[in-house]
């Protein structure tokens, strides 16, 4: 089995710190969630990682419930780029363009917002049902 090399641009870390805070996730609530010898300060040096453990990336990505995958690929510049082009590079001048050269990063753009959505819908539920359970927790004292 061949192991692929990283992007050397990609940051591993700054990637987590990105969803993390797309998601509207404290450090503090990562760290709760990985387990006692977890806290802020160490959340804080693992997104300072350019390479992150990839054990420690699998249970952070399953706490935010993105795939880890995301994190490992998640390049900025290249976005940026992709976004750039889409719209400043048109033959066209401000025309829309159907070909199949600008409207598949359109629709993946789309896609990714719509999920991102979702997934944010999905994080306030579960969010919600955290704080019951804390509630509930904390109440039968």
């Not at 976004?83 to 001048?93: E, K, L």
Request: hydrophobic share 35%.
């Amino acid at each position: 089995m061949t192991h692929t090399t990283s992007n050397p641009k990609i940051h591993e870390g700054r990637n987590l710190k990105r969803f993390r805070e797309m998601l509207g996730i404290k450090q503090d609530f990562l760290a709760f969630e990985l387990g006692e010898e977890w806290n802020q300060q160490k959340i804080s040096l693992l997104e300072q990682k350019e390479k992150i453990d990839a054990d420690i990336l699998e249970q952070v990505s399953a706490i935010l419930k993105i795939p880890a995958e995301a994190i490992r690929n998640f390049d900025e510049e290249k976005a940026v780029n992709i976004i750039s082009n889409t719209f400043n590079d048109s033959p066209f001048g401000n025309s829309t363009n159907y070909g199949p050269v600008h409207s598949n990063p359109i629709d993946k753009i789309m896609q990714l917002h719509d999920e991102k959505i979702a997934l944010y819908e999905r994080m306030l539920r579960e969010k919600d049902e955290m704080m019951e359970r804390l509630e509930r927790l904390i109440g039968g004292r």
